[in-house]
């Protein structure tokens, strides 16, 4: 196990009925004035807001809103935050929604104490050195950004979706009420569902040796979001089967399963090309690719992705033949995202085949020539990755 530092002090607030604490929770953290952001409204079609506004009159918040973050959140919302927070000179900002209303809030957090152009901080221009508190209610576990560092910004313009990362971009709090996310379509269940899968397997898929209890927390928090997302399919309102998954979305992506130990990313970063291509759900994006990456580096080290088939998997050891019981683990993987209702080719996940060259271009841009830890990657390599992923 490497030396690490982990540092998580969002306060989770997580059951029945918790957005009802939200204003509570901002007068706790000594907001005077919330800058309240979410995206296309689905909030207010549940009945969440009016919940969400009452708690704060209840606490005689002031609030101003800016509504409209859409799923692969971009720029100019972001400008348009930035400039409405510090014109009513808001001193807190609060997300109400999934990954793109958290991580558009947190790019609005951090721009509105920059001088610059807060594309800076994803340009790798500058780094985030302050920035409003941030708070949370979640409707979507599958991003994790209610406890990270992350946000995920796309400069439309440009097509360039990317990432930056601050401690100071870590919500204070977090409310995680499991019956928000009754009112999901399926598919966005099943996304949120890969794409905290996924965020373990970056963190899994590593050469680091000798880090046992996170490897076992990793396989357990995979085989739980698996059983529960099953159940969901058939019951989505079983709230146990819905708390699994939005506690398991938050630790996936938290740090907790990623310390000691070196981190991947390279299929977050050929995915990210596809959502600013077609704006594709990150979480489609992912299904079609993850299994491709693991075939791809399979022969990099066989042992780790033995240890996944049978672990996480379900696949009976076979010590012979290490290799076959690996690739039948990645086999079961897909059939289990395309139970869940995910697509299994990139074809069917709405991207076409003759677009390869122009996602390795801006793969290019963002990531460079080459990239990837668990298995150094070249540019073909991308190319080939995303050419498995059309099969
Ligand atoms: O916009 P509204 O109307 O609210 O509808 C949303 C949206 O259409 C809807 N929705 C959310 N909660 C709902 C609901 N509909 C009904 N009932 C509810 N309870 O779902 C749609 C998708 O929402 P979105 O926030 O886009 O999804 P998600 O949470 O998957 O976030 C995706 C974004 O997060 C980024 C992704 O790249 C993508 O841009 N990521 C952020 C990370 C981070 N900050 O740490 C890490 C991830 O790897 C990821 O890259
Ligand atoms: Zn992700």
Redesign the pocket.
């Known amino acids: 196990m490497e030396n690490f530092k982990f540092y998580s002090p969002t306060q989770f607030v997580f059951g029945k009925d918790t957005e009802r604490e939200t204003g509570e929770l901002l007068a706790n953290f000594g907001a005077k004035k919330v800058f309240l952001h979410?995206?296309?409204?689905?909030?207010k079609?549940?009945g969440?807001y009016d919940r969400i506004i009452e708690s704060l009159n209840k606490r005689d918040i002031d609030y101003v809103e800016l509504g409209g973050?859409?799923?692969?959140?971009v720029d100019s919302l972001v400008y348009e935050g930035i400039e409405l927070c510090r014109k009513e000179r808001c001193d807190f900002v609060l997300a109400v929604?999934?990954?793109?209303?958290?991580?558009s809030a947190?790019a609005i957090a951090a721009g509105v104490k920059y001088d610059g152009d807060f594309w800076d901080f994803f340009d790798n221009k500058a780094s985030i050195e302050d920035a409003l508190p941030v708070g949370v209610v979640l409707?979507?576990?599958?991003?994790?950004?209610e406890g990270?560092?992350?946000?995920?910004i796309?400069k439309e313009d440009e097509g360039l979706?990317r990432?930056t990362?601050s401690d100071l971009l870590r919500p204070k709090f977090a409310v995680i009420n499991p019956e928000?996310?009754?009112?999901?379509?399926a598919w966005?269940t099943a996304?949120?569902v890969v794409?905290m899968m996924?965020?373990i397997f970056e963190r899994y898929i590593s050469k680091t040796e000798d880090v046992i209890l996170t490897d076992r927390l990793c396989e357990a928090t995979l085989v739980s979001i698996m059983e529960a997302a099953r159940t969901i399919v058939k019951e989505p309102e079983n709230y146990e089967a819905r708390a699994t998954i939005c506690w398991a979305g938050t630790i996936a992506?938290n740090g907790i399963l990623g310390v000691g130990r070196q981190e991947e990313w390279t299929t977050?970063g050929l995915?990210?090309e596809l959502?600013a291509l077609y704006d594709m759900?990150?979480?489609a994006g992912l299904a079609v690719l993850f299994p491709a990456y693991m075939a791809y580096t399979l022969g990099e080290d066989v042992e780790r992705y033995y240890r996944l088939a049978t672990k996480a998997f379900g696949v009976p050891e076979n010590h012979y033949d290490k290799r076959a019981v690996a690739l039948e683990g990645i086999k079961r993987l897909k059939e289990f995202f395309s139970e869940v209702g995910m697509p299994i080719t990139m074809q069917e996940a709405g991207a076409k085949k003759e677009d390869v060259p122009k996602l390795l271009q801006t793969l290019e841009k963002n990531q460079g020539r080459e990239f990837g830890s668990f298995m150094k990657l070249n540019l073909e390599d991308a190319r080939r990755i995303y050419e498995m992923a059309c099969e």
């Open positions: 979410y995206g296309g409204g689905s909030i079609k549940t969440l973050a859409k799923p692969n959140p929604g999934g990954g793109s209303a958290i991580d947190k409707t979507l576990p599958a991003a994790g950004s990270s560092v992350a946000t995920v796309t979706k990432g990362g928000l996310t009754y009112t999901l379509p966005q996304a949120g794409d996924s965020h992506h977050h995915e990210h959502s759900t990150h979480g």
